[in-house]
């Protein structure tokens, strides 16, 4: 394992129990048992090392998804959105922590630190089939922020009611949560 897949490592595991607000050089170098001054070998500061990861966990759901289908207007959009649905269903079963990660990093907007988002990071795939859902009169007239926040919101409290075990994996199916995301999202 490389070194900055190391400092990777702690850091996503400092995300995961302390939040992003933990994540500190010194933390970091001691986690991974090196000098601090070697962080800044592979990454400027905080806001790099939260990138890095943010970055890292992104391709990791790119590696997983088929985005080209997401984008594929031969498929109708109702199938797009399901996909959509099925993929963030399938990778957060698979990656639990992940989609912790990932809500902890965002949190950090409200929080007065950016997050440099990539151009090839899959919100922007997912926020123009979403926006032509809502164009085709398929979606509620509202900002596609909320239906992703919606998406993930209940499929990643799931997922760690799954992890934790408060609910068994074949408890609640995914049509059963499709349902009631569709439900919730779909013009009537």
Do not use: C
């Amino acid at each position: 394992m490389s070194k900055q897949t190391k400092i990777q490592d702690a850091v996503a595991a400092i995300i995961l129990k302390e939040g992003p607000a933990g994540v500190s050089t010194t933390k970091v170098a001691r986690q991974v048992g090196i000098a601090q001054s070697n962080v800044y070998l592979y990454f400027q500061n905080k806001q790099a090392l939260i990138d890095s990861v943010y970055q890292r966990e992104t391709q990791r759901i790119i590696s997983t998804t088929a985005l080209t289908a997401l984008a594929d207007s031969r498929i109708s959009l109702p199938e797009r959105i399901r996909m959509y649905v099925q993929q963030v269903y399938d990778y957060s079963l698979a990656h639990p922590g992940s989609l912790t990660l990932l809500q902890q990093i965002k949190s950090l907007k409200g929080q007065g630190m950016a997050l440099t988002v990539g151009a090839d990071d899959p919100n922007n795939v997912v926020g123009q089939l979403l926006t032509a859902g809502v164009t085709a009169g398929v979606l509620k007239p509202l900002p596609i922020n909320l239906f992703m926040s919606l998406v993930f919101a209940v499929i990643h409290t799931h997922t760690t009611n799954v992890k934790n075990g408060v609910t068994a994996p074949e408890a609640v199916t995914f049509d059963a949560l499709y349902s009631l995301i569709w439900d919730a999202i779909r013009l009537a």
